[in-house]
């Protein structure tokens, strides 16, 4: 079993930065894929990033590419969101998550948190 906890989110300007953290609870990082979702209201979840084996193999969402950045810390058992230059459209609660193999469908992670709200305004 794995617990997730997400935090960091917030209402920031248009070319802000954000970090969102998660906390990993109940096994190691280095055990799972830790992935980030987010889902705007109206829309469905979407991927946004991913980081498996520990931190060896990332995956970004072509939305994410080059704005956003993942990351983990194998000795606090959390995995990081960093998120640059930030966008109206990247307005969403962002969710945490666990699962086996890096993948962009949200069926394939087992275990999420709670969500954290981002706000970007205009």
């Known amino acids: 079993q794995v617990q997730l906890v997400e935090s960091g989110g917030g209402l920031v300007q248009a070319g802000g930065s954000l970090r969102l953290s998660c906390a990993a609870s109940g096994r190691t990082f280095s055990d799972y894929t830790m992935a980030w979702f987010r889902q705007a209201p109206g829309k469905e979840r979407e991927f946004v990033a991913a980081i498996a084996w520990g931190g060896v193999r990332t995956s970004y969402a072509d939305s994410a590419k080059g704005r956003f950045i993942i990351s983990g810390d194998n000795a606090n058992n959390a995995v990081y969101l960093q998120m640059n230059s930030l966008k109206p459209e990247d307005t969403a609660v962002y969710y945490c998550?666990?699962?086996?193999?890096?993948?962009?469908?949200?069926?394939?992670?087992?275990?999420w948190g709670q969500g954290t709200q981002v706000t970007v305004s205009s």
């Open positions: 998550a666990a699962g086996g193999i890096i993948s962009m469908t949200p069926t394939s992670y087992a275990y």
